[in-house]
């Protein structure tokens, strides 16, 4: 299936426009921020081609995609009136103090993440050329190009205030000035002349603000208060002139003499907490660390920890966050590919093979976690012990990055310092080590994995008419034509992407419970339903083709969420004449969403069927 047509699901499946608040997206992850949650069923979204996975976090909703999240992120954007939020009124913050604050976090960072990987890999070509005498770090070309390896690390700031004034919804172009400011020529040049500043008679700390993180994000915070007082006292008549006006001098004054201070000391704290954990017991800070890594990334939350690597790691080296990220990047792609060589599966051994390349590589293990280690379970648990064996021997030794990049056998020249020649030996042994510990570990401990369709053992389906005691019957939920799935004009169905089953062409505009069991979703536009059957049958009944679009007015809801239903009960009324009206076809989708569960899925051999009419056997 096509970037479009997965992208289209994805759009629809999370509720479209009247849903989505805001979208982001990080190096692996759409971020939705939706206005209702509960709305969007997570198991259609996972079946969707190209989403791997899931995850709700900190007031966000999170489709992993993998390497390709740019171009889905590109192309989402086209269907809907929103962007990163803008213009939207964003729900109260939810939660705990502490996920709040990382969902900000986390949001105003993951934008920065791929000019970020961009000037830190620049920076490790850099290391290579230059430790290997192919480049004079006294020429003209390393001068620029340690320019564009600094770039998006100098300019943070004025990043950061960009996004942040889209988080707190401020005027996104005084905040970029406000940064400006800290990073200006003229008060650089003050702070390097090494005597007391003052501005009108109030004394302004003497700190460098280019790369830093915490400062920015605190001037923009208080901005939301100060801009929202400015408005509340300026007359209509004179706002335009004296609301930018009165906004950029009093945050100018108050992000030199109070704000920027603050932050820096924030940040410096920060800085502090790390060496004290690395002057102390480093070496359990660093297990604890690698083994739980990939339990982090899978919350999303590897990025919040962005303020805390990028200060070490540009103020003096990182022997926390990014070695432990090496050690468990490692971890999965090894994993990943004990899984690929030991399954007998062929797409499992495509989707693994891929999968550790790309961990192994680039550091990205998004496919690795949510594709393989994650769905089998004991290659994830075979990485994180191999992540606190390896983590303990990082943190003897006190392995250190000096530069920024995802952590991952072409970023290892990261771990490259002249001054520290040893360091770089012990960053190959690292990798080495938590590559073939966890390949070992996954490869004793193996996985359960599902057999081949073809290889799995067919069961007698002669007598399933006549009801064998394995079997589990499904009647049509609405009178019509039986055809087969495949004929189904969406890929999604015929493909059988959600699951086995077949489709009706109803002539009744009634649907009923199709067996005994209990609702498990209603769509919001209420053209699709979830059922679970008290033998473990889940079905989906989608009735009509893109019915979505007509946000629920042909459809009449009988039943709620979690309420329990017997066969027969009526579920939904239709106006199959408004869908036909509307251009769409109402044909009718039944699909057991859990058919890997079972042996197989037999469809009947009737073609005109009644509510009293057996259309599945399930085996």
């Not at 003050?190 to 460098?208: E, N, Q, R, Y």
């Amino acid at each position: 299936m096509s970037v479009k047509q997965s992208v289209k699901d994805i759009y629809q499946a999370v509720g479209g426009d009247g849903n989505i608040v805001s979208l982001t997206h990080c190096v692996t992850r759409l971020r939705f921020k939706l206005k209702d949650e509960g709305k969007v069923d997570d198991d259609q979204v996972k079946n969707i081609p190209g989403v791997m996975g899931v995850n709700h976090q900190s007031g966000q909703y999170q489709v992993i995609i993998g390497n390709a999240v740019s171009d889905y992120y590109k192309e989402i954007t086209k269907l809907g009136n929103f962007n990163t939020g803008e213009g939207k009124e964003v729900p109260q913050e939810k939660g705990s103090l502490f996920d709040r604050f990382a969902n900000f976090i986390s949001s105003c960072m993951s934008p920065l993440i791929p000019a970020l990987i961009g000037g830190g890999m620049i920076k490790v070509i850099l290391i290579i050329l230059t430790t290997l005498d192919i480049l004079s770090t006294k020429g003209q070309t390393y001068t620029i190009l340690s320019a564009f390896g600094d770039a998006p690390f100098y300019f943070l700031p004025v990043e950061l205030a960009y996004t942040a004034s889209k988080y707190f919804k401020v005027n996104t172009m005084l905040a970029v000035s406000l940064a400006g400011i800290l990073i200006h020529p003229n008060f650089i040049g003050l702070v390097d002349a090494h005597k007391p500043i003052f501005l009108m008679g109030l004394p302004v700390t003497a700190a460098s603000y280019s790369s830093s993180v915490i400062p920015i994000l605190l001037i923009v915070w208080a901005m939301k208060y100060i801009e929202g007082g400015i408005d509340k006292v300026c007359p209509a008549s004179l706002k335009s002139i004296l609301k930018p006006l009165l906004e950029l001098f009093i945050m100018g004054v108050l992000a030199l003499v109070i704000i920027g201070p603050i932050g820096t000391y924030a940040g410096d704290l920060l800085s502090a907490i790390i060496l004290f954990i690395q002057s102390r017991d480093s070496w359990l800070a660093m297990a604890l660390m690698a083994a739980f890594m990939p339990v982090i990334v899978m919350t999303g939350m590897h990025w919040a920890f962005a303020p805390i690597f990028l200060a070490a790691s540009i103020a003096h080296p990182d022997s926390l966050i990014l070695p432990a990220m090496l050690v468990a990047n490692v971890g999965q792609g090894a994993a990943a590919l004990a899984v690929a060589i030991k399954s007998k599966n062929k797409n499992t051994k495509q989707v693994a093979t891929a999968a550790s390349i790309s961990a192994l590589l680039a550091g990205v293990t998004e496919p690795a976690l949510y594709g393989v280690t994650l769905k089998y379970k004991k290659p994830l648990y075979a990485s994180m012990i191999s992540g606190g064996i390896i983590g303990f021997f990082v943190g003897i030794i006190k392995l250190k990055a000096y530069a920024f990049a995802v952590p991952a056998f072409i970023a290892l020249p990261q771990f490259i310092n002249n001054a520290n020649k040893m360091n770089f030996t012990y960053a190959v042994i690292t990798a080495v080590a938590s590559l073939v510990l966890t390949f070992i570990l996954t490869y004793i401990i193996g996985f359960d994995e599902e057999k081949p369709k073809e290889e799995t053992k067919k069961a007698d389906v002669s007598n399933l008419s006549e009801g064998a005691n394995e079997t589990k019957k499904v009647y049509a939920p609405v009178a019509g034509e039986m055809i087969s799935l495949e004929s189904v004009s969406d890929k999604v169905f015929a493909d059988k992407i959600m699951g086995d089953g077949v489709a009706i062409i109803p002539s009744d505009n009634k649907i009923y419970a199709p067996f005994d069991g209990v609702v498990t979703t209603i769509f919001p536009t209420k053209h699709a339903i979830g059922l679970k059957s008290n033998t473990g049958v889940e079905l989906l009944i989608h009735i009509g083709l893109n019915t979505v679009e007509l946000d629920g007015k042909p459809f009449t809801e009988y039943v709620k969420v979690n309420q329990k239903v017997r066969k027969g009960d009526l579920l939904l009324e239709v106006d199959l004449d408004a869908i036909n009206k509307a251009g769409l076809e109402t044909v009718t989708p039944i699909v057991v969403t859990n058919s890997k569960d079972f042996v197989e899925v037999v469809p009947s051999d009737k073609i005109v069927v009644d509510n009293n009419s057996k259309i599945m056997y399930i085996v």
